[in-house]
């Protein structure tokens, strides 16, 4: 435990350190190569409750994400969103495969984390590229876990952060995500995208830092306390 007569110091230091680690986080989240990473902007006409379908070769949001192959559906205000008001789903209309594809400006020979929330009630495969190559540790398949709620986010709690890393070998590169769903008599036909972040570096969670910035912290006090008793 400090000593009462030195907690006066040593919380402004730790305190400070804490600042520190959280405000790196931030940059990091605020670093996102990513246009409409939750797809807020697209199909800016679309009513709530709106599910509407574009096929290859239309953007859905006048732009940032294209459609390069399949149908893509863009969910609006459904049960079927994690966050906002929108989120899309691959296999809105069939069973695949259907991609969309963002091209992001990006620096070679540096390293890419690459997350994205995820859910599908339906048996499926799934991949990420970047620049034409698989992502190493993106996943094969969407966690099936459903979509019980009927009101809007009521199934954010469904969702699954995915993260991977990859490493960018030109100055534009497309993100692709696709998809292939394998519909059951008992299964539902979506899988569900939302919140996608592309950031330069490995980017650890923000709870991961903040213990990370705390741990530092307190060994550091501790050594400052340790010399401060010696002297």
């Given at each position: 435990?400090?000593?009462?007569?030195?907690?006066?110091?040593?919380?402004?230091?730790?305190?400070?350190?804490?600042?520190?680690?959280?405000?790196?986080a931030a940059e990091a989240r605020a670093g996102n190569l990513v246009q409409d990473p939750g797809f807020e902007s697209a199909d800016p006409t679309a009513l709530p409750g709106d599910s509407?379908?574009?096929?290859?070769?239309?953007?859905?949001d006048g732009g940032s994400w294209n459609v390069t192959q399949g149908t893509v559906g863009v969910d609006t205000l459904t049960s079927f969103i994690f966050d906002g008001s929108k989120s899309i789903v691959l296999d809105g209309d069939?069973?695949?495969p259907d991609s969309i594809t963002?091209?992001?400006?990006?620096?070679?020979?540096?390293l890419y984390t690459i997350s994205f929330w995820a859910n599908a009630d339906v048996p499926n495969s799934f991949s990420v590229t970047f620049g034409g190559a698989t992502v190493p540790g993106a996943p094969t398949s969407i966690a099936q876990n459903g979509f019980p709620g009927l009101d809007p986010l009521s199934n954010s709690s469904f969702f699954q952060l995915y993260t991977a890393t990859a490493t960018a070998t030109s100055i534009s590169t497309d993100l692709t995500f696709t998809t292939t769903a394998f519909p059951t008599a008992t299964s539902g036909v979506t899988v569900e995208l939302d919140n996608v972040s592309v950031i330069a570096g490995s980017v650890p969670e923000p709870a991961s830092s903040?213990?990370?910035?705390?741990?530092?912290?307190?060994?550091?006090?501790?050594?400052?306390?340790?010399?401060?008793?010696?002297?």
């Open positions: 435990m400090i000593p009462s007569k030195n907690r006066t110091w040593a919380r402004p230091i730790l305190l400070g350190l804490i600042a520190f680690g959280l405000s790196r509407n379908l574009f096929t290859s070769g239309m953007s859905i069939n069973s695949g963002q091209t992001l400006a990006t620096t070679p020979g540096q903040a213990l990370a910035v705390i741990g530092a912290a307190t060994v550091a006090g501790g050594a400052i306390l340790r010399r401060k008793r010696i002297a």
